[in-house]
T-cell receptor, first 115, second 110 residues
Framework: ETGVTQTPRHLVMGMTNKKSLKCEQH?????MYWYKQSAKKPLELMFV???????ENNSVPSRFSPECPNSSHLFLHLHTLQPEDSALYLC??????????????FGPGTRLTVL | GQSLEQPSEVTAVEGAIVQINCTYQ??????LSWYQQHDGGAPTFLSY????GLEETGRFSSFLSRSDSYGYLLLQELQMKDSASYFC???????????FGKGTMLLVSP
């Protein structure tokens, strides 16, 4: 247990569905991240939130929509996805402070399959 | 942009020592991290180097040479439970945002 939980752990959805992934961190951190992990590819950073403000959006298609209502919760809203979006979606958190590196704590991920 | 290179797979036997290399090309480099991920699990932090030299944490050590844009993770006294994927990741100046390599799958056999 890393202190970061994700639900659901597995999700199968059709291309016309709308679903949401949820992440919650119990570590008191002030930064949260969404990553995509596909087979044989590096973890791809999708979004970064620091103090509930989005600070980075790495050219992610608009069919992925993040939401960070507070520093403990992060959502990823999904709509009209494509089969190539099937992957493991990982959430992470860290205690962000300027000019100092802080390790990231990852959740177990949501295994998403788009049919 | 940033790019990282690490071997895709390394095999070793229990009790042995293995070194996983990572070379990187980045702008604004701040430090190199290593993460371990077991199959089906979450990545977990192993080590971080911002300065040249060797950092030792138990059986694991990590090395960085900023001038060579190179680092490695050294695993000693290998155990079966060390079978996992190992990722190097660079952080850029002023941020903890990470850019990951593709990962090295380590297979430890009896």
């Amino acid at each position: 247990e890393t202190g970061v939980t994700q639900t659901p752990r597995h999700l199968v959805m059709g291309m016309t569905n709308k679903k949401s992934l949820k992440c919650e961190q119990h570590l008191g951190h002030n930064a949260m991240y969404w990553y995509k992990q596909s087979a044989k590819k590096p973890l791809e950073l999708m979004f970064v939130y620091s103090l509930e403000e989005r600070v980075e959006n790495n050219s992610v298609p608009s069919r992925f929509s993040p939401e960070c209502p507070n520093s403990s919760h992060l959502f990823l809203h999904l709509h009209t996805l494509q089969p190539e979006d099937s992957a493991l979606y990982l959430c992470a958190s860290s205690q962000e402070s300027s000019w100092v590196y802080n390790e990231q704590f990852f959740g177990p991920g949501t295994r998403l399959t788009v049919l | 942009g940033q790019s990282l290179e690490q071997p895709s797979e390394v095999t070793a036997v229990e009790g042995a020592i293995v070194q996983i290399n990572c070379t990187y090309q980045t702008s604004g480099f701040y430090g190199l991290s290593w993460y371990q991920q077991h199959d089906g699990g979450a990545p977990t932090f192993l080590s971080y180097n911002a300065l040249d030299g060797l950092e030792e944490t138990g059986r694991f050590s990590s090395f960085l040479s900023r001038s060579d844009s190179y680092g490695y993770l050294l695993l000693q006294e290998l155990q079966m439970k060390d079978s996992a994927s190992y990722f190097c990741a660079v952080s850029l100046t002023g941020y903890s945002t990470l850019t990951f390599g593709k990962g090295t799958m380590l297979l430890v056999s009896p």
